[in-house]
T-cell receptor
């Protein structure tokens, strides 16, 4: 079983829809949770960063962490065609940067927002 | 404002050939990383360098070597390429981890095919 599970999609929605992207994980030590966006033929870029449980909002994006269920979500309101990309969740037990602070990525969900 | 630059962008190798992927960052970051991205597997860490002069193995180091040439540059070498090394390779960098988080910046990727 993978430490982080993410539905690969593809997920196709009409413009203006609310999008929900999710990841589940098995390691209860994870405390730092991230969402990366990756456009086709590009490198991932950090979209949201959350520590521990709770919600974090940034414009049209909201990240939620439910540590009791080992479940994280990214919501996109008023989705736009420019949001079409692969969304990767990532998480670590400690602030990433050393031998024991491994960052684990999900496989990514491909999102297509239809105009 | 280049960020993380990696070369080449595309390469086709024959089995057994060697090559080096080059990476440079202009953000004065201490840590640098090499990942590979494969369908259904997500991003997996090959090697990383927490600071100039140090390198450590990641999740999938076999068949690769790295050199942290200076603070800016971190290269990845395939000594004897195998078809299993066909992948997209990403170089990344980050500053010192902080309690508020640790952002990893990725390059645009290098598409490598081994035939």
């Amino acid at each position: 079983q993978k430490e982080v599970e993410q539905d690969p999609g593809p997920l196709s929605v009409p413009e203006g829809a609310i999008v929900s992207l999710n990841c589940t994980y098995s390691n209860s030590a994870f405390q730092y949770f991230m969402w990366y966006r990756q456009y086709s033929r590009k490198g991932p870029e950090l979209l949201m960063y959350t520590y521990s449980s709770g919600n974090k909002e940034d414009g049209r994006f909201t990240a939620q962490v439910d540590k009791s269920s080992k479940y994280i979500s990214l919501f996109i309101r008023d989705s736009q065609p420019s949001d079409s990309a692969t969304y990767l969740c990532a998480m670590s037990a400690n602030v990433y940067g050393g031998a024991t602070n491994k960052l684990i990525f999900g496989t990514g969900t491909l999102l297509a927002v239809q105009p | 404002n280049a960020g993380v630059t990696q070369t080449p962008k595309f390469q086709v190798l024959k089995t057994g050939q060697s090559m080096t992927l080059q990476c440079a960052q202009d953000m004065n970051h201490n840590s640098m990383y090499w990942y590979r991205q494969d369908p259904g597997m997500g991003l997996r860490l090959i090697y990383y360098s927490a600071s100039e002069g140090t390198t450590d193995k990641g999740e999938v180091p076999n068949g690769y070597n790295v050199s942290r040439l200076n603070k800016r540059e971190f290269s990845l070498r395939l000594e004897s390429a195998a078809p299993s090394q066909t992948s997209v390779y990403f170089c990344a960098s980050s500053d010192r981890p902080r309690s508020s988080g640790n952002t990893i910046y990725f390059g645009e990727g290098s598409w490598l095919t081994v035939v």
